[in-house]
Each structure stands twice: as structure tokens, then as C-alpha cells.
């Protein structure tokens, strides 16, 4: 039986890359993977708590954080087909130029 310890550690590490992919990528897909992945960690780090504690609240918190990705998935996938069309780059140091 795997401890709640390594679970929360596994949700450290995952979240840990994907906050220096966010940081360290200049592209707009793969920063929102990054993105993706930390909120996945965060996921991963609910469950565990709640199944050391036997509550289903974070249960219902990640039901709600999933939904949340889901929709920004949908939005944000269009925003960036959007701009390669427009650009073909989804450089996001190029796409400060669209600052109004």
C-alpha cells in the first residue's frame, strides 16, 4: 500500500515541472500543457488527501477543478489555432505585439 506521502510528492514533482515548463517555454502550446499539469498535480494531490482523511469534499474540489480545464482546453485551444493561423507562431514573446 503506497502512503499518502508519496502521492503528495509525486504531485510536487509533477506540479514543479510544469511550472518550469511554463517558465522556461516560449510557446504558447506548451506553456498551456505546463499549465495543464499543474492543475492535474493539484488534482493529484486532493485525491490523496482525501483518501488519507476518507472525506469526499476534495473529491467534489476536483470534479470542479476538471470541468475548469476542460473549459479553458476548449477556449484556449481555439485562441491558439487562431493566432497560428494568423501568424504561424505561437511565440508568446511575439504575441506581446497584440497589446492594445
Request: no cysteine; net charge neutral; glycine share 8%.
Amino acid at each position: 500500500m503506497v502512503g499518502t506521502e508519496w502521492y503528495v510528492a509525486l504531485s510536487g514533482i509533477l506540479f514543479a515541472i510544469g511550472m518550469a515548463g511554463v517558465l522556461v517555454r516560449r510557446t504558447a502550446v506548451l506553456m498551456f500543457l505546463s499549465v495543464e499539469l499543474m492543475l492535474n498535480a493539484a488534482n493529484l494531490a486532493l485525491v490523496a488527501f482525501a483518501r488519507a482523511w476518507g472525506d469526499l469534499t476534495a473529491h467534489t474540489a476536483v470534479f470542479i477543478v476538471m470541468t475548469l480545464a476542460a473549459a479553458e482546453v476548449a477556449i484556449g485551444l481555439a485562441i491558439i489555432v487562431t493566432i497560428f493561423r494568423k501568424r504561424a507562431s505561437t511565440n508568446v514573446d511575439d504575441l506581446a505585439e497584440l497589446r492594445g
